[in-house]
C-alpha cells in the first residue's frame, strides 16, 4: 500500500512528543501473505525481497492509519440512535430497554448485528469492545457476524438481574442461569479466530450483590476473559449507586467484587475523584471516553487530563445509541471540544493515538493491533484529505502536516474514509 502513512509508537502525551509517531509522507505498508504487517517505512527504502512479486494499492495523496478501536458501543442500540430529551436513567427505560428486548429473536440480531458491523466498518474502525443484550443469541449473531467479516473483536453476554432496575422483561431469572449461559458463551467464542469474550454486568444499578460476586469469581477462574461495565456517567446514576451499595465511591463498589483489574475497561468514569483514579491505573484498568454519549445524554465532561496526569488508561468509544456517530474523527472533534470546555486541548497527534494505539492498549490488545509494528494484524484505513469541500479547502490552506491532521480530525467523519482494510482486505470501499 503506498501512501502517507502515520502510526504511534507510544502515547504523544499532552506535549505531543514528536519520538511517539512516524509519518512517511511517501510511504509503503507491505503486508504479507497472513495479512499480518511486514514493513512499513518511506518508499524509497522498501527492500527489494518485498517487492518482487508484491501486488500494489496506490493510494498516494491519502493518508493511511491503523483501523481505529471503539473501545465502548452498544450493537443493540443502532435503532434508537438519537432519541430526543432524556438523561442516562431515564433514555435507558424509555429507548433502550424496549429496543434491546427485540434481540431474543435471532433473526434480528443477526441482521442489527451486520448493519453494525458495515456501519464500523464504513467509519474506519476494525475492532471495538461491544455491548450486545442479555440474550445470548445476540452474542451468537455479533460473534458469527464478527467472524464472516474476520474482524478482530470483544463481546459478551450483557448480564442484569436487579428488580426494579432491570426490567422483567429483559432480565436474567437467576444467578446460576446467567452464570451457566455466559460459560456455555465463553466455551463457544472466546479465543475462537480473532474473537475475545468479555464478562459484561451491565453497570452497578442493574445488578444484584449475587451477580456481582459471580462475575468476580468468573474472572478469577479466567482472567484472560476482559471485562467491560459502566461506571459514574451521570450524576443521579452515582447517587443511586451509592443508596443500594453504599462505598467510598462507584469504582469501589466494583473492586469490592473484584471487577478492577488489568482486563476491565470502564465506559465514561466522568463524576470520579484523584482516589478512583489511582486505583484504575494501579489495577491497570481503562476508561472508554465517550465524548458524542456524555454530551447528547448532558452526563458531563471527561477529565482527560487528569486521567493522563494519573497514568489511567484512556480510549476513545463512541458509545452508539448514546453516543450520535459511528465515526471515530466525529468522536475525537468532540473530544477536542470537550477539552476545550475544561480549559486544556487535544492535539491530533493525541487524538489520533488515542483512536488507535491507545484504543488498542485500553483493551490489551496492543500486542497484536493499534500500529504498524512487523508482525501485528494489518488492519488499516485509508483517509481522504479532501472528502468535502470544507476539508478540501482547509486542508489546502494547512502550512503543516500537524495542522492538515488536526483539520481532518475536526471536519472528519465518515465521508473521509476512503477505504478500509482488514487482514489487508479490502472490506469497504467509499462509493463515489
Ligand atoms: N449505563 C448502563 N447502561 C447503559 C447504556 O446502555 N448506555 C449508556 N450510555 N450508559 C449505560
Ligand atoms: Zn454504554
Not at 78 to 106: C, H, M, N, T
Not at 137 to 142: E, G, L, N, R
Not at 338 to 365: K, Q
Amino acid at each position: 500500500m503506498r501512501g502517507t502513512i502515520l502510526h504511534f509508537l507510544k502515547d504523544p502525551g499532552e506535549t505531543s512528543d514528536p519520538r511517539a509517531w512516524e509519518v512517511f509522507e511517501d510511504g509503503v505498508l507491505a503486508v504479507d501473505a497472513e495479512g499480518k504487517v511486514a514493513w512499513a517505512g518511506p518508499a524509497g527504502r522498501l527492500p527489494y525481497r518485498l517487492r518482487e512479486g508484491a501486488r500494489h494499492e496506490d493510494h498516494r495523496g491519502k493518508l493511511i492509519v491503523p483501523g481505529f478501536v471503539d473501545t465502548h458501543v452498544h450493537a443493540s442500540q443502532v435503532d434508537i440512535i438519537a432519541s430526543y430529551g432524556e438523561q442516562l436513567l431515564q433514555w435507558l427505560e424509555k429507548y433502550v430497554f424496549p429496543a434491546e428486548a427485540k434481540f431474543g429473536d435471532r433473526a434480528h440480531a443477526r441482521a442489527v448485528s451486520g448493519f453494525f458491523l458495515d456501519r464500523l466498518l464504513a467509519a474506519g474502525t476494525t475492532t471495538a469492545s461491544v455491548f450486545p443484550t442479555v440474550h445470548p443469541v445476540s452474542v451468537d449473531a455479533f460473534f458469527e457476524q464478527a467472524a464472516e467479516r474476520n474482524l478482530r473483536m470483544l463481546c459478551g453476554k450483557v448480564l442484569m438481574d436487579r428488580e426494579p432496575y432491570a426490567p422483567a422483561y429483559l432480565r436474567d431469572s437467576s444467578t446460576d442461569q446467567a452464570e451457566r449461559e455466559t460459560r456455555e458463551l465463553i466455551d463457544r467464542w472466546h479465543g475462537r479466530g480473532r474473537l475475545g469474550y468479555s464478562l459484561t454486568p451491565r453497570f452497578a444499578p442493574t445488578s444484584t450483590e449475587r451477580l456481582l460476586t459471580m462475575v468476580g469469581r468468573l474472572h478469577r477462574d479466567h482472567p484472560d476473559l476482559w471485562l467491560q461495565t459502566h461506571v459514574s456517567e451521570n450524576k443521579d446514576e452515582v447517587a443511586l449507586v451509592k443508596k443500594l451499595f453504599g462505598g467510598r465511591s462507584y469504582v469501589d463498589v466494583y473492586d469490592r467484587y473484584g471487577l478492577v483489574t488489568s482486563k476491565s475497561l470502564f465506559a465514561h468514569g466522568i463524576h470520579i475523584d484523584d482516589t478512583d483514579r489511582s486505583r484504575l491505573a494501579d489495577a491497570g484498568s481503562a476508561i472508554a471516553f465517550c465524548p458524542t454519549s456524555n454530551l447528547f445524554l448532558g452526563s458531563g465532561l471527561f477529565d482527560l487530563h487528569s486521567a493522563r496526569r494519573q497514568k489511567v488508561n484512556v480510549g476513545m468509544g463512541t458509545d452508539i445509541g448514546a453516543g450520535t456517530s459511528y465515526s471515530m474523527l466525529q468522536t475525537l472533534n468532540e473530544a477536542y471540544k470537550v477539552t476545550a470546555l475544561r480549559g486544556r486541548g487535544l492535539s491530533a497527534y493525541r487524538g489520533f493515538y488515542l483512536a488507535t494505539l491507545g484504543g488498542a492498549r485500553a483493551l490489551d490488545l496492543d500486542h497484536v493491533i493499534g500500529n504498524f509494528a512487523p508482525g501485528k494484524e494489518a488492519d488499516f484505513t485509508v483517509l481522504d484529505w479532501a472528502a468535502d469541500p470544507t476539508l478540501a479547502r482547509r486542508t489546502d490552506m494547512a502550512k503543516t502536516f500537524d495542522e492538515r491532521l488536526f483539520a481532518l480530525m475536526i471536519l472528519g467523519g465518515e465521508q473521509a474514509v476512503a477505504a478500509t482494510y482488514v487482514l489487508g482486505n479490502r472490506v469497504y470501499e467509499r462509493q463515489p
